[in-house]
């Protein structure tokens, strides 16, 4: 297995490689076809992967390929952790990213840095496969900072537009954020357990789950606590919570590809996937799960809320991948790991086809995203619309389809939960469902629906995209439908991660869960209020944006002030780039010119020289070259030397 | 093979080379920076010999060499190398090519001399660590700075009058403090040995005052904050090859210093005093990352950057007393030691790479403001490509060398407080913050001025000097196992030798 798990990986850094230094002599058609064959075979044996741990029960691998360093006691290992949760993580990511790669050969045909974006987001497959197959902190910080690093190069992939390369820089940043918790959190592991390995430190973390630390003065905190909560403030980063969130929204003014693979699909999940991972640690401190799942529920609900609210096709879909997200880390703050992942798995679907189509509705209106230009679409490119309706209809959990299976698990789930902030949470996810179907059918009514574009001109030459384009939609939209209704009894509430995931008997939320099959599960739901939610808000998005579309103005000019706080995201730009962007340019300036300039090098160091030339040149006037002076110079000495030996 | 005096030959043959460099003159300059090529890449071949005959597991020295120099003062001619000195003497050597090469074609006033004193400076360096006597390593350490002082003074930039004095006098004057501790410690010991004066028996009141005589002298070479202030200055007014070997070798002199004289003769002041240079590093880190942010300069950016980096070093060398001292932490000081190595060797590469882009576009647009560059992606690509990486690394990126020792100290700095290594690592946001914030400004946007449009793409020449950079960045950082191996014995018998206390 272990030369599978190793080609798995290095394929697609060998395409990367070779697109990205060698783009000029393999050309255009080149650099996406040795791309597309690496990431093609890391594909096909990662199907083949999950095959064999999903059906014929291959055994856990976990074993390492070299030794990074070992020293004082510490080995850090590169090596593999192969369960059932890495063949399902590494199957997405390939397939995604494989569907990504086809699209991007439409999408990006008459861009310049063709090659370059290849061999980029064949990388980003490589380090997102480093990631999640690691079975150590070392391994896993490594594929963290990678995907961040690959993130970072693709958002600023129009490196001319100020507005990209701003992005691009806040997004690394406010990762860094996250990055500087998680790796505190990777130290106190390496001092308390002794290890770097997962299994080592899940081993010896019950030993610690009462153990106290103090950190300001007398105060005692849980330890596992500690950790854990610093662990989360990565995935907060990574998978972009409030209030590490900002970065995700800018992250758009990368090409429409990217935002699907990255910016949806996989590197902002990794945060869920770290937590699921780390469920023997999590499991040992509720006050952790609280903190993630109030993070979760607040970012689930109140980033949905702006997505109302926003007119740019990419960022509507950004702001749904945010309260999603949330979603997901809701579920995780309550125990319900497997919801989370197998939400994880049917959003990477949905909302990769909904980027895809989104993007495939780009190209169609010439590069416009405005919404409020758009409208009739479903005439001119049928597949794009047929594709995104099924997207939207996943999206908002109607009954059968994917995302109903994942998002109601996830709602029961919390609402079986008993820690603290559940019953809040259970709020704001329940009203959350009525958001997300809100603003999905608002932008699936003004795109496809009501009049023609209003430009003649864009009119004039709107057509469907070509098969490179439709082929990777049609097939993310088949998963986006139906993998819900064949896995959630396995993977949710059956025994399919159970080697991968710990959860306490008090936490097992999911086994409150009365489920008697997949169809058993959709009938049910129509005793409940979420699917109710959803449809109300989809009638309410029909209602105003193809009913009555004179109601949308009145609406925001009546709440104008709730129109204002959505506008401005709740402010957090701006405070962010008040206090902390111009805050630390002026502790810089004021610690260089105070510290610096005037008390180190005026006062001490040119201070010193000045004094000591001062010093001289009262001095000099002693050496006046007189003999006379020296004589009675020579004298008055002597004379006080003797008086000092006399007496 | 070991029967070589190898060390010598690697003092001596670059300051032979840099004198028939400078006999050859400038009349025909290709001969002479041939033949500086030919004495660089010609030293660095003869110290893999080092690496490869070097006997990973004993802390003893290696590559021993001893023969009487001043006998009636009982001052040897002692040559050797253990795990702490020999990678740094491979750094010196492997740096000293790429800054020849740095300097081919864009030096062209008295390209011989220039090429001489860097030679020259090669072998002095080399001696520096290379020394087991305190009287020879004295005149090495002092000797270092007259080829640096004529090449920032020649060859320098504006204000480099200022720079030089600045410079000199303030390693002048710490370093006269170090000779006065070693005379004292001559006296008592009656020996001039460096490995005499470790096994010393001094008490608490001299070990403060020893220590402090060598703090000055080590603290400014590294230097460390509030001693810095020469730095930035020598930065800017250093041509490129000056500023790589500065920011590459010789504030690792200052470092490694710490590791053979302060620690191992004084650890029982330097226990007492350990809150003062773990204060002073960590304000390094934060304070100079600030600092750093604002700078308009891209040398006085990367000048401070260093600063910061070189905070990572002093901080893993001096938090080994907090973590021996605490009972419910068994291990974690020879991290700290191994992470303050690694980080002296990955910033000899990254800062030495960073000099070298800002040379490619100094020699270019001779301005090193970064208000005057913008959009450099659009006609340099590769350089582009280059500057990014190095700037990533810069920041501590895993997989690059940058990462494996702020990783390793700032796991240590744990052991010790967990405070320590919460201010340690904000050089994650910092590093990222200036260093990302200096390319977005030089390297991405619209091109924004016509002599930036006319910028033309790295040669050959600099691609190779940049790429074999990168390559070693990058081997540092998937496989340090290698460096850390070699250092590994020597490093846990220093944190052996100063648990003893010598009261």
């Known amino acids: 297995m272990e030369a599978i798990f190793l080609t798995i990986v290095l394929a697609p850094l060998v395409g990367a490689i070779i697109a990205g230094l060698f783009g000029r002599q393999v050309g255009r058609a080149g650099a996406h076809r040795v791309t597309i064959t690496g990431v093609g075979i890391s594909c096909v044996l990662s199907l083949y992967v999950l095959w064999q741990y999903a059906f014929n029960n291959a055994p856990t691998y976990n074993a390492s390929v070299y030794t990074w360093l070992v020293t004082d006691g510490l080995r850090f290992e590169i090596g593999f952790l192969v369960d059932r949760l890495t063949a399902m993580m590494i199957s997405v990511v390939t397939f995604v990213s494989l569907m990504v790669h086809i699209y991007t050969i439409g999408y990006m045909h008459d861009e310049e840095g063709y090659e370059r974006f290849f061999s980029y987001i064949a990388l980003f497959t490589f380090s997102m496969l480093m990631l999640v197959m690691s079975n150590n902190f070392l391994q896993l910080f490594f594929g963290w900072e990678a995907v961040g690093l690959v993130s970072y190069l693709l958002i600023g992939f129009y490196f001319k537009r100020e507005t990209a390369i701003f992005a691009n820089m806040k997004a690394f940043l406010v990762n860094r954020v996250g990055d500087f918790g998680f790796l505190l959190g990777i130290a106190a592991i390496a001092m308390y357990f002794g290890t770097m390995d997962y299994k080592e430190a899940f081993a010896k973390a019950p030993e610690f789950a009462e153990t106290t630390i103090s950190i300001f003065g007398q105060t005692e905190w849980s330890l596992m606590t500690v950790i854990c909560i610093l662990l989360f403030i990565g995935a907060m980063g990574k998978s972009a919570q409030v209030p590490l969130h900002v970065w995700l929204p800018d992250s758009m003014e990368g090409p429409t590809p990217i935002s699907a693979l990255i910016h949806a699909a996989t590197m902002v999940t990794a945060g869920i996937f770290m937590v699921a991972r780390m469920s023997p640690l999590y499991e040992l401190s509720e006050t952790a799960l609280t903190f993630i799942l109030v993070i979760g529920a607040t970012t689930a609900f109140f980033m949905g809320l702006i997505g109302i609210i926003q007119n740019d096709i990419k960022r509507v879909v950004a702001y749904s991948t945010l309260s999603q997200l949330g979603y997901m880390i809701a579920a995780l703050g309550v125990s319900a790991y497997a919801a989370g992942l197998f939400h994880l798995m049917t959003h990477a679907f949905f909302k990769a086809l909904l980027f895809l189509a989104a993007g495939s509705v780009i190209m169609g209106m010439h590069h416009d995203q405005d919404i409020r230009n758009m409208g009739g679409i479903r005439k001119y490119m049928p597949i794009t619309h047929w594709t995104a309706l099924l997207g939207s209809l996943a999206l908002i959990g109607f009954p059968g389809f994917s995302g109903f299976f994942s998002k109601d698990a996830i709602i029961e789930a919390v609402h079986h939960s008993h820690i603290a902030g559940a019953t809040y949470a259970y709020v704001l996810l329940v009203a959350g469902v009525f958001v997300t179907a809100l603003y999905s059918f608002r932008m699936y009514f003004l795109v496809f629906h009501g009049q023609g574009p209003r430009d003649e001109h864009a009119k004039a030459h709107l057509h469907e995209s070509p098969w490179v384009v439709t082929v990777p939609l049609i097939l993310l939209a088949i998963p986006s439908v139906f993998i819900g209704y064949f896995t959630v009894g396995p993977m949710v509430f059956g025994d399919f991660f159970d080697e991968a995931i710990t959860v306490a008997a008090i936490h097992d939320t999911l086994g409150h869960i009365d489920f008697h099959g997949a169809f058993g599960f959709v009938t049910h739901a129509f005793f409940t209020l979420p699917l109710y939610l959803a449809l109300g808000g989809l009638a309410l998005a029909w209602f105003i944006y193809t009913w009555k579309p004179g109601i949308a103005k009145v609406l925001s000019e009546r709440l104008s002030w709730l129109h204002f706080i959505l506008d401005k995201k709740y402010g957090f730009d701006d405070f962010n780039q008040v206090v902390f962007a111009k805050g630390s340019q002026l502790l810089g300036k004021g610690l260089w010119y105070a510290g610096d300039r005037q008390l180190i090098d005026g006062l001490a160091v040119n201070g010193s020289a000045r004094s000591i030339g001062w010093l001289a040149s009262v001095a000099r006037w002693v050496q006046t070259g007189f003999l006379y002076h020296y004589a009675i110079a020579i004298i008055l000495g002597l004379l006080g030397l003797l008086v000092w030996f006399v007496m | ?503």
């Open chain 2, 1 to 503: 093979m070991t029967d070589w005096p190898i060390l010598s030959i690697l003092i001596w043959l670059p300051i032979l080379g840099g004198a028939l460099v400078l006999m050859s003159g400038d009349r025909a300059p290709n001969v002479s920076r041939w033949l500086a090529l030919a004495f660089a890449v010609l030293t660095f071949v003869l110290s893999i010999p080092l690496y490869v005959g070097f006997d990973v597991s004993t802390a003893a020295m290696q590559f021993v060499e001893k023969s009487p120099w001043i006998p009636a003062f009982e001052v040897n001619y002692y040559l050797g190398v253990d795990g702490i000195s020999m990678p740094l003497i491979i750094l010196t050597t492997f740096i000293s090519i790429l800054v020849i090469g740095a300097g081919w074609e864009v030096i062209q006033y008295k390209p011989s001399q220039y090429m001489a004193a860097f030679l020259i400076m090669e072998g002095v360096m080399v001696g520096v660590f290379a020394a087991l006597d305190a009287m020879l390593f004295y005149v090495f350490w002092e000797a270092m700075l007259i080829p640096m002082f004529i090449i920032i003074g020649v060859w320098g930039g504006p204000n480099r009058v200022y720079a030089t004095i600045k410079f000199f006098l303030y390693t002048f004057l710490g370093s006269v403090f170090m000779l006065v501790a070693l005379v004292y410690m001559y006296f008592k010991s009656g020996s001039m040995e460096i490995l005499m004066f470790h096994d010393l028996k001094l008490g608490l009141q001299e070990q403060i005052l020893i220590f402090v005589a060598f703090l000055l002298a080590f603290a400014v070479k590294v230097p460390m904050w509030p001693v810095h202030t020469w730095l930035p200055d020598a930065h800017v007014e250093a041509p490129t090859g000056g500023s790589v070997i500065l920011a590459a070798i010789m504030l690792k002199i200052g470092g490694y210093g710490f590791l053979r004289f302060s620690l191992p003769i004084t650890p029982d002041a330097s226990s007492t005093l350990d809150w003062l240079i773990i204060g002073m590093s960590l304000i390094a880190v934060v304070y100079i990352g600030f600092v750093a942010l604002v700078q308009q300069d891209m040398k006085k950016l990367i000048a401070y950057s260093s600063i910061a980096h070189m905070g990572f070093v002093t901080l893993g060398f001096f938090i080994v007393f907090m973590i021996v001292a605490r009972e419910d932490v068994e291990t974690g000081a020879i991290l700290g030691m191994q992470g303050g190595m690694v980080q002296m060797v990955s910033h000899g590469f990254i800062s030495a790479a960073l000099f070298l882009c800002i040379g490619v576009l100094y020699d270019r647009l001779h301005s090193r403001q970064i208000a005057d560059y913008g959009g450099v992606v659009n006609v340099m690509p590769w350089f582009a490509a280059f500057m990014v990486f190095f700037a990533m690394s810069n920041a501590g990126l895993p997989g690059t060398s940058g990462f494996v020792g702020e990783f390793l100290v700032i796991l240590a700095a744990f052991r010790a407080d967990f405070w320590f290594a919460v201010l340690a690592a904000t050089t994650l946001i910092l590093g990222a913050a200036y260093s990302l914030w200096m390319v977005k400004r030089v390297v991405f946007g619209e091109v924004t001025s016509d002599k930036v449009a006319a910028l033309k793409d790295i040669n050959g020449r600099e691609a190779w000097i940049l790429g074999t950079l990168a390559v070693a960045v990058l081997i540092l950082g998937i496989w340090p196992a290698p460096l850390i191996e070699v250092m590994d014995a020597s490093i846990a018998n220093l944190v052996q030798h100063i648990g003893m206390s010598k009261l």
